[in-house]
C-alpha cells in the first residue's frame, strides 16, 4: 500500500520569507499524481499544486513551488513571500493512476500546521 | 471551474438514527466520487469510492453495512450513516473527479460535520 510522510507536524516562518515543507511517499508505481492541498479553518480542502510522476519538470504556481525527486520519493513545497493567509494545514496527497485512465482516491500525509508570525 | 456541493454542512442528530449526507457536482459530471472521514487535528482516510451505477468499493476497516453509499447519478453520490453513535461523530468529505478529463484532481465539497449526541 502507499505511504505518505510529512515529518514535520508544525512550520512557522515569519510574513514574507520562504519556507519548505516536506513530503515523502513510497510506491511501487510508476505512474501517479503528487499534490500539495491547503486546509484553511474552514476545513474546505484547496488545491495548491499539482505534479505529474511522469514529468521531470517541477510545478510552480505563482507563489508555491515544488521539489520533486522521483527517485528519492520526495515531493516538498516552497512558499516564497509567505503571507498570512497562507496560515493553514497542508496536506501531501498521492494518487495512483491506471493504465485505463482510472485513479484511486488520494491518500494523505498527517499534515502540517503552517504558522505565519506577522 | 468544478463545483461539488455538499449537503447538510452540518447535523446533529441522535444516538441509533440515520443521517444521509449527499455530495452534488454542480457544474461536471462525475464517473467517480470518494468519501472520506476526518477526525479533529487528523488526516482525512478514505472510507469509499463511489461509482455511477455501480457498487461502491469500501477500503479496509469500513463497515459497508454502516456507512451506505449510493451513486445513481453522474452528479450525486450520498452517504448513508446507519444507525449512529457517537463514535461516528466526525467530519465527512466528499470528492469527485471529472468524467473524461485526466488532471488527476479531485474536486472537494465543503465538508459535512456529524455530531451524534
Same mark, same amino acid.
Given at each position: 500500500? !502507499? ?9 512557522? *516562518?515569519?510574513?514574507?520569507?520562504? *519556507?519548505?515543507?516536506? @513530503? ?23 488545491? *495548491? ?33 509567505? !503571507? ?7 496536506? @501531501?496527497?498521492?494518487?495512483? *493512476? ?21 | 471551474?468544478?463545483? /461539488? ?13 440515520? /443521517?444521509?449526507?449527499?455530495? %452534488?457536482? &454542480?457544474?461536471?459530471? =462525475? ?5 472520506? %472521514? ?7 482516510? &478514505? ?8 457498487? =461502491?468499493?469500501?477500503?479496509? #476497516? /469500513? ?15 450520498? &452517504? ?15 470528492? =469527485?473527479? %471529472? =468524467?473524461?478529463? %485526466? ?7 465543503? #465538508? ?6
Amino acid at each position: 500500500a !502507499q505511504t505518505v510522510t510529512q515529518s514535520q507536524p508544525e512550520m512557522s *516562518v515569519q510574513e514574507a520569507e520562504t *519556507v519548505t515543507l516536506s @513530503c515523502t511517499y513510497d510506491t511501487s508505481e510508476s505512474d501517479y499524481y503528487l499534490f500539495w492541498y491547503k486546509q484553511p479553518p474552514s476545513r474546505q480542502m484547496i488545491l *495548491v499544486i499539482r505534479q505529474e510522476a511522469y514529468k521531470q519538470q517541477n510545478a510552480t504556481e505563482n507563489r508555491f513551488s515544488v521539489n520533486f525527486q522521483k527517485a528519492a520519493k520526495s515531493f516538498s513545497l516552497k512558499i516564497s513571500d509567505s !503571507q498570512l493567509g497562507d496560515a493553514a494545514m497542508y496536506f @501531501c496527497a498521492y494518487r495512483r *493512476v491506471y493504465s485505463g485512465g482510472g485513479a484511486d482516491g488520494l491518500t494523505f500525509g498527517k499534515g502540517t500546521h503552517l504558522i505565519i508570525q506577522p | 471551474g468544478a463545483v /461539488v456541493s455538499q449537503h447538510p454542512s452540518w447535523v446533529i442528530c441522535k444516538s441509533g438514527t440515520s /443521517v444521509k449526507i449527499e455530495c %452534488r457536482s &454542480l457544474d461536471f459530471q =462525475a464517473t467517480t466520487m470518494f468519501w472520506y %472521514r476526518q477526525f479533529p487535528k487528523q488526516s482525512l482516510m &478514505l472510507m469509499a469510492t463511489s461509482n455511477e451505477g455501480s457498487k =461502491a468499493t469500501y477500503e479496509q #476497516g /469500513v463497515e459497508k453495512d454502516k456507512f451506505l453509499i449510493n451513486h445513481a447519478s453522474l452528479t450525486l453520490s450520498t &452517504l448513508t450513516v446507519t444507525s449512529a453513535h457517537p463514535e461516528d461523530s466526525s467530519f465527512y468529505i466528499c470528492s =469527485a473527479s %471529472r =468524467a473524461g478529463v %485526466r488532471t488527476g484532481e479531485l474536486f472537494f465539497g465543503e #465538508g459535512s460535520r456529524l455530531t451524534v449526541l
